[in-house]
C-alpha cells in the first residue's frame, strides 16, 4: 500500500538488497519508466550483449494469410551476464506461478511462432 501511494505521488520504492551488514540499500527509482504489453518476445545474443525485441502479434488468422506479423515496440540490451541474472530471476518465478497455478504448456497453449 505504501509503495502503490509512493508511487502515485511520484516517488520511488525502496527494496533491501541482501541480509548481512554493509549491505546496500536499492533504491529503485520509477519516475522515468514506461509500461508495454508484449505477446512476442525473440533473442539476439553476441560475446558482448544480449538484446531482447518485445512486440506483439498483430494477425488475426482470417483470410487464409501464412504470414504473421510482429510489431515490435521495444528493445533491451544487457550485458551477458545480467540476463543470466534475469534468466534465474526469471526461473525462480516461474517456477513459483506453476506451484501456485498449475505447468505452464507450450505445447497446448500460446505455441511460439518460428521467426525466419
Avoid at 500500500?1 to 536499492?26: D, F, I
Avoid at 519508466?33 to 553476441?46: L, Q
Wanted: hydrophobic share 30%.
Amino acid at each position: 500500500m505504501a509503495e502503490e501511494k509512493a508511487k502515485s505521488e511520484g516517488k520511488s520504492s525502496k527494496a533491501s538488497a541482501g541480509n548481512g551488514v554493509g549491505q546496500p540499500t536499492l533504491k529503485w527509482d520509477d519516475s522515468s519508466m514506461s509500461t508495454s504489453y508484449a505477446n512476442v518476445v525473440n533473442v539476439s545474443i553476441t560475446r558482448e550483449e544480449c538484446g531482447l525485441f518485445f512486440g506483439t502479434n498483430l494477425s488475426t488468422g482470417i483470410g487464409g494469410n501464412n504470414e504473421v506479423t510482429i510489431k515490435l515496440s521495444d528493445r533491451i540490451i544487457m550485458t551477458p551476464y545480467a540476463a543470466k541474472r534475469l534468466s534465474v530471476l526469471l526461473e525462480a518465478h516461474l517456477r513459483g506461478y506453476e506451484e501456485r497455478f498449475g505447468k505452464l504448456d507450450l505445447q497446448r497453449g500460446e505455441q511460439p511462432t518460428k521467426i525466419q
